[in-house]
C-alpha cells in the first residue's frame, strides 16, 4: 500500500500561482506514473496531468498547457504541480494520484489516492 497527502492548496488570486506537492510513504516502489486530477463542485474529477516513473514523459490537458508543470523527485517520494495564471476554472479539489502502469489519463487507472487539497481562485 502507498499512502499519498497533498499539500500547497489555497486561495489566490487570479493570475497568481501555487505549488502543489503530494508525498508518498509505504510501498514506494509501486507509485509508477503519477498524475493529478481535479475535481470541481458538480462536475466529474478531471485529468490534469501525468508523469511517467522516470520523469522523462509528461502529458497535460490542453486547458492547463502552458501554465502548469508536473515534476517529481523520487529520491523524496514527492510529485509537484507548479500553477501559474490561474483562473477560476482552476477551482476545485486536487487530487495525486499514483500507481498506474496504463492509461494514465483516466482515474480507474491509478490504484492509490491522496485525500485531496483545495484550490480556489477569486476573479
Known amino acids: 500500500q502507498v499512502q499519498l497527502v497533498e499539500s500547497g492548496g489555497g486561495l489566490v488570486q487570479a493570475g497568481g500561482s501555487l505549488r502543489l506537492s503530494c508525498t508518498g510513504s509505504?510501498?514506494?516502489?509501486?507509485?509508477?506514473?503519477m498524475g493529478w486530477f481535479r475535481q470541481a463542485p458538480g462536475k466529474e474529477r478531471e485529468f490534469v496531468a501525468t508523469?511517467?516513473?522516470?520523469?522523462?514523459?509528461?502529458i497535460y490537458v490542453d486547458s492547463v498547457k502552458g501554465r502548469f508543470t508536473i515534476s517529481r523527485d523520487n529520491a523524496k517520494n514527492t510529485m509537484f504541480l507548479q500553477m501559474n495564471s490561474l483562473t477560476p476554472e482552476d477551482s476545485a479539489v486536487y487530487y495525486c494520484?499514483?500507481?498506474?502502469?496504463?492509461?494514465?489519463?483516466?482515474?480507474?487507472?491509478?490504484?492509490?489516492w491522496g485525500q485531496g487539497t483545495q484550490v480556489t481562485v477569486s476573479s
Open positions: 509505504g510501498r514506494t516502489d509501486t507509485m509508477y506514473t
Open positions: 508523469i511517467s516513473r522516470t520523469g522523462g514523459g509528461t
Open positions: 494520484a499514483a500507481g498506474s502502469l496504463r492509461s494514465p489519463t483516466i482515474p480507474r487507472a491509478y490504484q492509490y
